[in-house]
């Protein structure tokens, strides 16, 4: 069983930044494969970012790439989405997810979530 609770969520005016933040509990982090999802209402779940066991292999969703930075601390157990040059298309409700298995785009391929954390983007 891996916990998982994301922070830093806020609202933010349009070109500004935010850093989330995901941390892990009840098993050991850097076994797992990390990454952030986002939803807004009426949308299906949107994937954004993922990291492998290290921050050597990541890989984002094209809406975010040059603005958005995925990483993660596993002395910490804590992964992070730094968030530049906010759009108001970027407001939703980030979630973390975790796979030990798998390392791909698809929310069903992984097996824990936190609860998701509020990113309000106003122009």
């Known amino acids: 069983q891996l916990n998982l609770v994301e922070s830093g969520g806020g609202s933010v005016q349009a070109g500004g930044s935010l850093k989330l933040s995901c941390e892990a509990s009840?098993?050991?982090?850097?076994?797992?494969?990390v990454a952030w999802f986002r939803q807004s209402p009426g949308e299906e779940r949107e994937f954004v970012a993922r990291?492998?066991?290290?921050?050597?292999?990541?890989a984002y969703a094209d809406s975010v790439k040059g603005r958005f930075t995925i990483s993660r601390d596993n002395d910490k157990s804590t992964a992070f989405l730094q968030m530049n040059n906010l759009k108001r298309e970027d407001t939703a409700v980030y979630f973390c997810?975790?796979?030990?298995?798998?390392?791909?785009?698809?929310?069903?391929?992984?097996?824990?979530w936190g609860q998701g954390t509020h990113v309000a983007v106003s122009s």
């Open positions: 997810a975790a796979s030990f298995m798998h390392y791909t785009a698809q929310s069903r391929d992984y097996d824990y």
């Open positions: 009840g098993d050991t982090f850097r076994h797992y494969y």
């Open positions: 990291i492998g066991g290290s921050n050597t292999v990541v």
